[in-house]
């Protein structure tokens, strides 16, 4: 009788293990494609040079990014104006001072690199954004960047697109730009979209021309693109 009862318990719980093993399987899935995406850090984009502006500065000014990202600067929230004037101020705040345009364009690399940010391309993917075809007055630099790597829960729509509009002619890019106080030429402004059910979910393409890094200006642009010295960012935009 005991027998019985033991083969009885044997086969219940081996009839049992499938449907354990599924689940299990299934929430491994399931974990996996939540956090997979965020072992993915493109370090090749991190390998940037900005003109005049090495590697090694570039990587000071990341690992300062992050730094003050994890004390001072304020979180961003899921509302696409009020985390424009928070990228903006992030970018002043770690480009305060500096001078070059190059500088400039490595600190608002460093600013979104450090949220995890993907760089995907620059402008509309054109040989020259800085010259020729392009009259918009800025330069826009595109990335992703994965919610849920922020602290949000985003397991479908989990990519906010964010540019990094950079002038270069002030009269154009005022009719532009979200936020026209910072159409001094040399000056960023951002743009976030986060998703939404009632906007299109955007994907942004690679570049044709497969760079890693931002591209930039040539020294020429770059340097008409310089500020004075006693220039500071924040006080040009108050």
């Given at each position: ?23 299990i ?11 997979g995406?965020l ?51 992030r ?33 509309e ?19 992703h ?29 005022r ?53 004075p ?10």
């Open positions: 009788m005991l027998k019985a009862h033991s083969l009885g318990s044997t086969l219940a719980s081996l009839k049992r293990r499938p449907k354990t093993l599924t689940a399987a299934i929430v491994v899935v399931l974990v996996s494609v939540y956090f995406p072992l993915i850090s493109h370090p090749a984009q991190d390998a940037c040079s900005f003109g005049t502006v090495s590697n090694e500065r570039y990587r000071e000014l990341l690992a300062e990014a992050k730094r003050r990202q994890a004390t001072t600067w304020p979180s961003l929230v899921w509302d696409n104006k009020k985390s424009m004037t928070l990228l903006n101020q970018v002043d705040d770690l480009s305060r001072g500096t001078t070059s345009a190059y500088e400039r364009l490595a600190a608002m690399h460093a600013v979104v690199r450090a949220l995890g940010g993907d760089y995907r391309q620059t402008g993917d054109i040989e020259n954004p800085f010259r020729g075809e392009n009259r918009l007055g800025i330069v826009a630099y595109h990335y960047i994965d919610l849920n790597g922020l602290g949000f829960f985003a397991p479908i729509w989990r990519r906010m697109w964010v540019i990094g509009d950079f002038v270069f002619d002030s009269n154009a890019a009719s532009v730009l979200q936020d026209r106080s910072r159409a001094q030429p040399g000056n960023i402004d951002f743009i976030v979209w986060f998703p939404s059910f009632f906007d299109s979910y955007i994907i942004i393409s690679r570049s044709k021309f497969g760079e890693s890094c931002p591209r930039l200006p040539d020294a020429e642009t770059a340097a008409r693109l310089s500020w010295q006693e220039h500071e960012p924040a006080e040009k935009n108050q």
